[in-house]
């Protein structure tokens, strides 16, 4: 990544990001979010504005960086925000954080976000705009589709396939050779042994909370 970026959002997701390009030593031009005043400080980066200041960047002058995090049932405007950048030439770069492990087999596309922690084996693919949040672990040979959220801590054993705009959430484990088809949602701390089909939600079993006294 040799020239300097663009943080897409100003949130607690870009957040992140910023503090890992830091590590990195990537020059950070600025922060595009229209709900803060141009030339605003966000944590310790300037605020170029709303998506219009991007205009005075060619593609080739900068990176993007998609800032915006995902959860499910959100509107979509990680998504929305890639794909209309993108056919106007913009590239997104990936990040891989300096404490996290990806074996040389495996391969990342296009704005792929790894953050500190993870582990992702060799042979797994891994497409474009996806986020492998904190400590979360992709085994090897998985396969994992555009727009996917991997929430922090959460499992995919070998040979997971994972279709497009999946959140898988925090804290999930998902044992070997599982599909889980296209829209599909695994709630934090699921566990996943069979097949989940396209636009399903996996709700895991309820804590339950009781007062001390009650014993
Ligand atoms: C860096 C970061 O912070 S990244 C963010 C990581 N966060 C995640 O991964 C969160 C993933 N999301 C979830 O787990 C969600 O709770 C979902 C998607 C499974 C369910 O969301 P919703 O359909 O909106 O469920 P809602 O909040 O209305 O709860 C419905 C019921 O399911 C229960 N429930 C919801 N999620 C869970 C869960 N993960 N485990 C067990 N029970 C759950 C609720 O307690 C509630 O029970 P009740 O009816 O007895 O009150």
Do not use: W
């Not at 503090?19 to 020059?27: A, G």
């Not at 002058?61 to 998504?79: A, K, T, W």
């Not at 589709?145 to 040979?159: D, E, F, K, M, Y």
Request: proline residues 4%; glycine residues 16%.
């Amino acid at each position: 990544m040799s020239r300097p970026v663009v943080l897409l959002g100003g949130g607690g997701h870009a957040r992140v990001l910023a503090s890992m390009l830091r590590r990195l030593e990537v020059e950070i031009l600025g922060v595009v979010d229209p709900r803060f005043p141009v030339g605003s400080d966000c944590f310790g980066v300037s605020v170029l504005g709303d998506d219009s200041a991007l205009c005075a960047y060619s593609p080739k002058q900068v990176g993007l960086i998609n800032g915006i995090g995902s959860l499910p049932g959100d509107s979509g405007v990680r998504e929305r925000l890639f794909c209309r950048y993108s056919e106007k030439g913009y590239r997104f770069d990936s990040v891989i954080d300096p404490q996290a492990f990806v074996a040389a087999e495996a391969e990342l596309m296009q704005g792929v976000q790894v953050m500190a922690g993870v582990i992702i084996q060799t042979g797994a693919k891994i497409a474009s705009n996806c986020i492998v949040n904190s400590g979360a672990i992709v085994e090897h040979d998985c396969r994992i589709g555009r727009h996917v959220h991997i929430a922090p801590g959460a499992v995919l054993s070998g040979g997971v396939e994972v279709g497009d705009n999946v959140h898988i959430g925090s804290g999930a484990v998902v044992i070997q050779n599982i599909r889980i088809g296209s829209g599909s949602i695994v709630g934090a701390g699921g566990i996943v042994t069979r097949d989940v089909g396209d636009g399903r939600v996996v709700y895991p079993a309820r804590s339950h909370i009781q007062d001390r006294q009650q014993g």
